[in-house]
């Protein structure tokens, strides 16, 4: 084996040996991995994807689950054969390919001139973790699928086209895990105009798009479901945290390490293309001018900019595009190879490789505590809980309490649902009129939540029976508190039971055609 090729091996086996780390020490599970690993369970335990809901006590409308591929082939299989670990290894690997196919995009671009730089890379991971903490959700098949989708149409781009004909395929798969689809769509379209513009075969970027489209139709919903679509792209979600600017107070410090990378990336740019404007001339600028490369970087800048949650989106294309020029103001001798190897197996045996793989359980993130004393005293009826806990309180409590609503939102309520849970959290003008249209048995709120010192005031018969570290558990009309049992204290416990539920597939083969048959199926 060359020297070449023993540096690749190693470069690529340290390379998700990093990923392996930042999956492995990733602080939770996104709120909606709950809710696919349910949908999986549906689907393995019935056949089909259930297009009522089942699990909330509010009205919705059809369940259109532009996710539910991502729950039933994907979550839910691994995690019922490998548990968490197989969580975490499936997280590393989606990091991984990621990273792997913007590799290749980038070795097309730079041909000969290209050498693995670990240290580049790993800032960039650092990065992109730090920027969204990486937790295991269904936006991981669409960052893999854009770094996918610019690799293939970059190679048509140097005149590999048949490799194209694999872009419709993978929006029809694409389509049924994750609504991110539009963005490979637009990544499609925006070639297509940058080619144009350049003056280069442009068509064949239009006739994959012309392709592409008429697949989105093959889902579970039919042709019905491009409505749902066009609603949910569309959405401003201004409630919604993820979809907030990265300069919104709550966000800018979190994101200082991105704004430092995103500024060191567009330095440079602009460090080349003020000295190839020097060296050719604004006319042969101008005409060599790469307008596929920075339309890509405007508008995925403008949306990582603008949404945080998109951020890793415009990173993925900075990579690709932007690597090659960051790579020149780079030393290239072997020493800086071999101390930037050195470098990172330290940092890997420092984090932790062969570090525990437990179930993520938080007390930061989830009310763990609070969700097990609702449990282990065995209440029933209705609940509301705060929309981020949503479901996973519904993956813990069902079918003994049925919450108000969940974070699918959009997928199954209007937005009158969750503008009524919004202003009862934080107070808003007739905040108790959900206790009187969508009557409850239990509140479990969060205490830093405005209302949670009022509900008592307000509301008497409700009374505060266990306050844990995140929320307080309410209940109407209570039993004395001695009576109640208490939840465990250590968090041991609670990394083992984590996913434990009472949402088997044996009991959804039963629940199921009953619900399908009930006065409750028809109201919904």
């Known amino acids: ?33 709950w809710a696919r690993i349910i949908v999986g369970k549906v689907f393995w335990a019935t056949g089909h994807v259930l297009k009522h809901d089942f699990l909330s006590y509010t009205p919705s409308h059809i369940w259109y689950d532009h996710e539910w591929g991502s729950g039933t082939f994907c979550f839910y299989p691994v995690q019922l054969l490998f548990g968490p670990i197989g969580l975490v290894v499936l997280q590393a690997v989606f990091i991984y390919l990621t990273f792997f196919f913007c590799i290749k995009t980038i070795k097309l671009r730079m041909g000969e001139k290209y050498s693995h730089n670990i240290l580049l890379f790993m800032l960039t991971l650092f990065v992109y973790n730090r920027c969204i903490c990486l937790p295991v959700r269904c936006q991981m098949f669409t960052f893999l699928f854009v770094s996918i989708v610019i690799y293939i149409l970059e190679r048509a781009r140097v005149g590999k086209n048949k490799t194209l004909i694999i872009l419709p395929f993978l929006i029809l798969i694409w389509n049924n895990l994750h609504g991110g689809v539009v963005s490979g769509l637009g990544i499609i379209f925006m070639y297509a105009v940058g080619e144009m513009l350049s003056r280069r075969p442009f068509k064949k970027y239009l006739i994959t798009l012309a392709c592409s489209l008429p697949l989105l139709i093959i889902n579970p919903y039919g042709i019905k479901y491009l409505d749902f679509l066009f609603m949910a792209t569309t959405m401003q979600r201004q409630d919604i945290i993820e979809f907030w600017s990265v300069f919104h107070p709550f966000h800018f410090k979190k994101c200082i390490n991105f704004f430092c990378w995103s500024g060191v990336v567009i330095l440079v740019e602009a460090f080349f293309l003020l000295k190839g404007l020097v060296q050719k001339g604004f006319v042969r600028f101008v005409k060599e001018f790469d307008y596929t490369k920075w339309i890509i970087l405007v ?72 969700v097990e004393f609702i449990r282990m005293n065995d209440l029933k009826g209705r609940a509301i809980v705060s929309y981020g ?44 009129e959900i206790l009187v249209r969508y ?26 029976v266990y306050e844990g570290d995140i929320s307080g558990v309410f209940i109407k009309n209570p039993k004395p508190l001695s009576e109640y049992k208490l939840p465990p204290e250590d968090i041991e416990y609670y990394q083992k039971t984590m996913f434990d539920t009472d949402i088997t597939q044996e009991f959804l083969k039963d629940y199921i055609p009953k619900f399908m048959k009930s006065e409750e199926y028809n109201a919904k």
Request: charged fraction near 20%.
């Open 1 to 33: 084996m060359s020297e070449k090729k023993l540096y690749s091996w190693i470069f690529y086996i340290t390379l998700f040996g990093l990923c392996f780390v930042l999956a492995n020490h990733t602080s939770g599970y996104d709120y909606d991995l």
């Open 299 to 370: 508008v995925t800048g403008y949306l990582g900019f603008s949404h945080v949650k998109l951020i890793p989106i415009f990173m993925i294309s900075a990579l690709c595009f932007c690597y090659e020029n960051v790579y020149k103001l780079v030393p290239k001798s072997d020493l800086c190879k071999v101390w930037s190897l050195i470098f990172v197996y330290i940092l890997i045996a420092g984090v932790g490789i062969f570090a525990p793989t437990t179930a993520k359980a938080t007390w930061a993130m989830y009310p763990l505590k609070e």
């Open 389 to 432: 806990h949503g479901s996973y309180c519904t993956y813990k409590f069902f079918p003994n309490l049925k919450v108000y609503m969940d974070g699918r939102y959009e997928e199954v309520w209007d937005e009158e649902i969750f503008m009524h849970l919004k202003v009862f959290q934080e107070m808003g003008y007739a905040w108790g």
């Open 439 to 464: 009557p409850a048995d239990v509140i479990m709120i969060e205490k830093n939540s405005p209302v949670y010192n009022y509900i008592e005031k307000e509301f008497p018969e409700w009374k505060l």
